[in-house]
T-cell receptor, first 114, second 113 residues
Framework: DAGITQSPRYKITETGRQVTLMCHQT?????MFWYRQDLGHGLRLIYY???????DKGEVPDGYVVSRSKTENFPLTLESATRSQTSVYFC?????????????FGQGTRLTVV | AQSVTQLGSHVSVSEGALVLLRCNYS??????LFWYVQYPNQGLQLLLK??????LVKGINGFEAEFKKSETSFHLTKPSAHMSDAAEYFC???????????FGKGNQVVVIP
């Protein structure tokens, strides 16, 4: 199916463990993003990437690592998970066309750190 | 840097009544503005977007929004609420060439029968 696929959809992990959330797009959009969604905060940008091998920090990057060796994949790694990283994580792509920018979102990964 | 402000985390509206969700933006460059809707356990779906072509923008499901530069606003409206409009709504802004979207905190809309 075309679009953005996030995996897993649900994950429970223990404090201190490393966990990687996967994001794959079937388009070739240059920009990819990771957001976290928390009650009362809306969506906050963790990291983004303008192209393969180009990444940059967003608002809340601490405790996260990203890589983008291929245009279509943008994994997010929590190096040592903490309870404060319990959240819903959304991957997104964006493209500028027709004079405007539009973003597309995956279904999200619900991560619980116990 | 761009930002948006959405006031009132929860909005209750009677079925058939006007839906009005307020969004004010801050941007040092001409903004692109968006409204997204999120249904339970789903991702975000684009409702409508402003890209400077027209100040009144019509979206899906009967929603529309008007860009007012003098008020730095992009409020979302729907004349008559339906039960299926119960969802969370996010306003977002981008501009400046890096495609980063900055989101508001969202409005949880509850439709009362």
């Amino acid at each position: 199916d075309a679009g953005i696929t996030q995996s897993p959809r649900y994950k429970i992990t223990e404090t201190g463990r490393q966990v990687t959330l996967m994001c794959h797009q079937t388009w070739s959009h240059s920009y990819m993003f990771w957001y976290r969604q928390d009650l009362g905060h809306g969506l906050r940008l963790i990291y983004y990437s303008a192209a393969a091998d180009i990444t940059d920090k967003g608002e809340v990057p601490d405790g996260y690592v990203v890589s983008r060796s291929k245009t279509e994949n943008f994994p997010l790694t929590l190096e040592s998970a903490t309870r404060s990283q319990t959240s819903v994580y959304f991957c997104a792509t964006s493209v500028t066309q027709g004079g405007g920018t539009e973003a597309f979102f995956g279904q999200g990964t619900r991560l619980t750190v116990v | 840097a761009q930002s948006v402000t959405q006031l009132g985390s929860h909005v209750s509206v009677s079925e058939g009544a006007l839906v009005l969700l307020r969004c004010n933006y801050s941007s040092s460059v001409p903004p692109y503005l968006f409204w997204y809707v999120q249904y339970p356990n789903q991702g975000l779906q684009l409702l409508l977007k402003y890209t400077s072509a027209a100040t009144l923008v019509k979206g899906i499901n009967g929603f529309e929004a008007e860009f007012k530069k003098s008020e730095t606003s992009f409020h979302l409206t729907k004349p008559s609420a339906h039960m299926s409009d119960a969802a969370e709504y996010f306003c977002a802004v981008t501009g400046g060439g890096n495609n980063r979207l900055a989101f508001g905190k969202g409005n949880q809309v509850v439709v009362i029968p």
